[in-house]
């Protein structure tokens, strides 16, 4: 069985700050994908990043950065600089092997609450 | 294509009423998916199609629920006898199998069973 563990339930901080997200998976799977999405009040999901499982490279994408480690089951998200418009919730999630078929559904945690305030 | 369209944003409805949900994928995506979301909790699998193949449901769909895809393009997603517990936010996404970015979900439907 899969499970994706944010234990941040919400996190407020002061423009310009930098926030981390937490995020912990289980998986049984060798090969798998971890993803991370925000959800607005208008309640569209909309994709972040995705990492597959042997690609452990850190990524930076502008303000945001991911920091994947295998060793503790982490993926873990940060906002640089912080803005009100980062307000939002953040989910992560988890998936099989979409090549293979096993990508059929992603299983989601019950995601962050970032509230950026001025 | 804009992306992942579904239909009516909002639904109120009486308990014991049928209601019927619609999702128009991104054209060329051959996979679609359904998730219903709660207050406060990440969206949880409900089924998915490949094609008009329906190819794996949940446990969560009860026999109330039935999901279509009929020519492999939009699908239905319709609850019978309405309970309050199926009040919910309920989303669509598409993929491509091979897509490097996942699924692209719509802004869902969101049921309010009174």
């Known amino acids: 069985a899969q499970k994706v563990t944010q234990a941040q339930t919400e996190i407020s901080v002061v423009e310009k700050e930098d926030v981390t997200l937490d995020c912990v998976y289980e998986t049984r799977d060798t090969t798998y994908y971890l993803f991370w999405y925000k959800q607005p009040p208008s309640g569209e999901l909309v994709f972040l990043i995705r990492r597959n499982s042997f690609d452990e490279q850190n990524e930076i994408s502008g303000r945001y950065s991911w920091n994947f480690q295998k060793s503790t089951s982490s993926f873990n998200f940060t906002i640089t600089a912080s803005q009100v418009v980062d307000s939002a919730v953040y989910f992560c999630a988890l998936s099989g092997n979409i090549l293979t078929g096993g990508g059929n559904k992603l299983t989601f945690g019950t995601g962050t609450q970032l509230k950026v305030e001025l | 294509d804009t992306g992942v369209s579904q239909n009516p944003r909002h639904k109120i409805t009486k308990r014991g009423q049928n209601v019927t949900f619609r999702c128009d994928p991104i054209?060329?995506?051959?996979?679609l998916y359904w998730y219903r979301q709660t207050l406060g909790q990440g969206p949880e699998f409900l089924t998915y199609?490949?094609?008009?193949?329906?190819?794996?449901k949940s446990r969560l769909l009860s026999d109330r629920f039935s999901a279509e895809r009929p020519k492999g393009s939009f699908s239905t997603l319709e609850i019978q006898r309405t309970e309050q517990g199926d009040s919910a936010m309920y989303l669509c996404?598409?993929?491509?199998?091979?897509?490097?970015?996942?699924?692209?979900f719509g802004s869902g439907t969101r049921l309010t069973v009174v």
């Open positions: 996404a598409s993929s491509l199998i091979s897509s490097n970015y996942g699924y692209t």
């Open positions: 199609f490949q094609n008009e193949a329906q190819l794996e």
């Open positions: 054209s060329e995506h051959n996979r």
